[in-house]
């Protein structure tokens, strides 16, 4: 009998890595160069084998929750969470002047004055604010971290990746050798590769030893200071992926071919949670695509491929500002540009990974059309894959029938005479539009006897409009309840469900097919 096939858990680990590089505006390879430095630091302080194999995870996935808070982050950034991420980075771990310094300099800077005045004075009193954005980032990190695989001793280490060796980190404030060993390695070994890309060695030198015994335990950072060069320039002169992957302590985790799914699902549910519009479209299009495939029967298509490229066809909208993606109105030409390229940000995570190479073509091709017209490539229909046709059409169904901000969302009759009239034009392929109608037509259950967790009607309908994004007064006046009922039915949910977060609510919302308000 031949034994299942196996998929190295690091490889997916590492892709999706790539894509919170995207997610937070760093270089994509930036977390696989902090995962090596880390593993250096970890070898040379004698860590034992458990505690470097969270540093390997947790140095990978620090950023896992990035895109938990990236819409209220972006709106206070002139709707760009990408700038605010990748601006504030340097300064993040520094001293609070450092990071004031940066805040009235370029916070929202493309703003008029007074909004712009707003958004700085509103980020330097809202301290709980920024603290539940963090804890919002760690619990969505550790959720998403267990649903790809990983034990318990990397998601309790994911919730401390914000703490500070002297207590002033958040969201526990816990300090010194209270903090995993993982992460004061992990908060290093991160610093030691930005700030040496962005400021050169002697700057950032100086830089990291203000930070000594404050934001760092000094003798990470001391180990950092003379490992650190030579550990960075053995990665830059080989294959970083493979560095990687050889970096793996102890046994290799391997999980079976029918666990990628699952490991697919979560990349989506990551993907998905950027925007309050876009909760569920990835799951969607995927389940719509697989059976689009059998409907297909006899043309060769292979369901199981289809389903998989569309649960990670959108990994690069990640790349692009939410501002972009919840912007009530028409793009501008400069606007659409990073929209155009967020397939291709999709094939170049893809690309690095072999387990998922053989997706990396069909799912990056979603917005290509059969005349030419789509992007990113701006194929035709000779280069297009009966696989790539279908994911398309079943793309474009899909986002046709949910809610954007600029639009209502179109009936089931209105999106199909939307695609009948792109196969008129030439657009899109006969075959697979009539077999993603098919498959769109038929029936789904709408309402379930018993809901999960235990939750009530009314909790449930709450539930459904915090993922949408509603402030707990906009949900008071569509249900038309106080704002103190909202709470306490909040408070109720949040233990049911084990979050303590609207952005852990909403993650499992959507893993439960509750997002639609």
Not at 431 to 436: D, G, L, N, T
Request: charge should be negative; aromatic fraction near 6%; charged fraction near 25%.
């Amino acid at each position: 009998m031949t034994a299942p096939k196996q998929v190295r858990l690091a490889e997916l680990i590492a892709s999706i890595s790539l894509a919170t590089d995207l997610g937070t505006g760093q270089p994509m390879g930036h977390a696989l160069r902090t995962c090596c430095l880390a593993m250096g630091l970890a070898r040379e302080l004698s860590l034992p084998v458990r505690e470097q194999f969270e540093t390997y995870y947790v140095s990978l996935l620090r950023f896992l929750g990035c895109t938990a808070e990236a819409t209220p982050d972006a709106e206070l950034n002139a709707g760009d969470d990408i700038a605010f991420y990748s601006g504030l980075a340097p300064s993040f771990m520094g001293s609070s002047t450092e990071s004031l310094r940066w805040i009235v300099r370029h916070l929202a800077e493309s703003d008029p004055p007074l909004p712009r005045a707003r958004s700085v004075v509103r980020m330097i009193t809202d301290t709980k604010g920024a603290e539940r954005a963090i804890r919002a980032h760690c619990e969505v990190g550790q959720i998403l971290a267990g649903r790809i695989g990983l034990g318990d001793s990397v998601l309790h280490a994911l919730g401390f990746t914000f703490e500070r060796w002297d207590g002033n980190g958040v969201p526990n404030r816990i300090a010194g050798e209270e903090i995993p060993a993982s992460c004061r390695i992990a908060i290093v070994a991160r610093d030691f590769e930005l700030l040496n890309r962005a400021l050169g060695g002697q700057t950032a030198t100086e830089v990291l030893k203000k930070r000594s015994g404050k934001a760092y335990e000094p003798r990470v950072l001391e180990a950092a200071l003379e490992h650190g060069p030579r550990v960075l320039a053995a990665v830059d002169n080989g294959s970083l992926w493979d560095a990687v992957l050889d970096a793996e302590p102890g046994p290799q985790m391997r999980i079976d071919d029918e666990r990628i799914d699952d490991a697919l699902e979560t990349f989506a549910h990551f993907t998905d949670l950027k925007s309050p519009f876009l909760h569920g479209h990835s799951i969607g299009v995927a389940d719509l695509a697989g059976r689009a495939a059998t409907a297909a029967d006899g043309a060769g298509m292979d369901p199981k491929l289809l389903r998989r490229a569309g649960l990670v066809h959108d990994l690069g909208r990640v790349a692009v500002p939410s501002g972009i993606w919840n912007k009530p109105a028409p793009l501008s030409n400069e606007e659409w540009e990073p929209v155009r390229l967020h397939p291709y940000f999709t094939e170049r995570i893809l690309d690095r990974c072999r387990p998922l190479n053989d997706l990396a073509e069909v799912a990056s091709s979603h917005h290509e059309r059969m005349d030419g017209s789509g992007y990113h490539r701006g194929a035709r229909a000779p280069a297009l894959s009966l696989e790539t046709r279908l994911l398309a059409t079943a793309d474009a169904f899909r986002a046709m029938t949910e809610l954007r901000p600029h639009r209502p969302a179109m009936s089931a009759a209105e999106a199909a005479e939307e695609l009948s009239r792109a196969c008129a034009e030439g657009r899109l392929d006969v075959p697979c539009v009539r077999a993603v109608l098919e498959a769109a037509g038929e029936p789904r259950p709408v309402t379930r006897s018993v809901w999960p967790s235990g939750l009530t009607d009314r909790e449930v309908e709450v539930l459904r409009l915090i993922a949408a994004g509603f402030s707990n007064k906009q949900i008071a006046s569509k249900l038309t309840i106080s704002p103190k009922t909202v709470s306490r039915h909040i408070e109720n949910i949040y233990p049911k469900l084990g979050v303590s977060t609207r952005a852990g609510a909403t993650l499992f919302a959507m893993e439960q097919g509750l997002g639609n308000a």
